[in-house]
């Protein structure tokens, strides 16, 4: 069996000599050192032995295998730093070269804006209407009937509204107002939620108006909620949108779905209040209509109007970035110009 051993270790020897790849290593230790290799098979032959052949026997194979694994460690060693240096003169890098630039996307001004806007009223105690509340295909029902628009009103008219052929009295909304319809048929007060999303009006398409656009609607609905509490609410909203120093007001409205109704104005930053054709002339651009939910819209979801009370806002997303950013033409938006885009 000595002789047995000496004749492995050459073999072995002469086989990790010859060895020119990692593999190579791999596969000698499977051979000679592995469980069901030849040095594991003269371990299980020691049985057989006289106790002095097993103790001389055994510490030679001992002794042939630490050899071994030292062998095959420093062939392994010079193999790898053959490859890795191999490795290194084929895929160098010349850092001298000039990089290569990737083009990176930018979020929308549009969606950007909403983002800001969502993220003023959450922390003013708001939470976000679900999708499923907030349709853009729309009933009659919820786009007009609920908010106590009349059936002879204006607004109804094929001129301003975009009715659809999928089937009678549905229509593509033309305010994201029909959203607080379904949260209060869904939810008694205390009601706290805002509603962003497209709207689609029939008019004509010129720098302040486009027959597509975005809007965010707002409701608040709780026992005591008063005028002073809107004011509060879209005055502290104006403070952190444009700042400290921008000049705003509230006038008196119209709206069918609400009582008393006021609308707000920023002065116009185009022209700092002195006119220009984005703001026809006014100095002041109008941002949102808002007021106190009408007792008939309150009575339609049945939430009585004697127990609660409450306000509702909607305000153009275009024309507050508008304002924000100094932009004069709504069109901008939709143009998919690069270089308009590039600013944001």
Known sequence: MKTKLEQIYN???????????????????????????????????????????????????????????????????????????????????????????????????????????????????????????????????????????????????????????????????????GAQIHVMEEQKPPIRVIAPGRVYRNESVNARKNNFFHQIEGLYVDKGITMGDLKGVLNEFTRLYFGENRPTRFRSSFFPFTEPSVEIDVQCIMCQGKGCRTCSGTGWLEILGAGMVDVNVLKGVGVDPDVYSGFAFGMGVERLAMLKYAIDDIRLFFNNDIRFLKQF
């Open 11 to 177: 073999d072995a020897l002469k086989d990790i000599e010859n060895a020119n790849v990692l593999n190579d290593i791999d596969e000698i230790k499977l051979n000679y050192l592995s469980r069901k290799g030849e040095l594991n098979s003269i371990r299980k032959n020691l049985k057989n032995l006289s106790d002095d052949e097993k103790r001389t026997v055994g510490a030679l194979a001992n002794e042939v295998t630490e050899k071994l694994y030292a062998a095959l460690d420093a062939k392994y060693d010079k193999l790898y730093r053959a490859e890795l240096d191999k490795k290194l003169q084929t895929e160098k890098i010349d850092l001298t070269l000039d990089g290569k630039y990737y083009p990176q996307g930018k979020i929308h001004p549009i969606t950007q804006t909403i983002n800001e806007i969502t993220e003023i009223f959450q922390k003013l105690g708001f939470s976000l209407v679900p999708q499923e509340h907030s349709p853009e295909v729309e009933t009659e029902y919820y786009n007009f009937d609920m908010l106590n628009v009349p059936k002879d009103h204006p607004a109804r008219d094929m001129q301003d509204t975009f009715y659809c052929t999928l089937a009678e009295n549905i229509v593509l909304r033309s305010q994201t107002s």
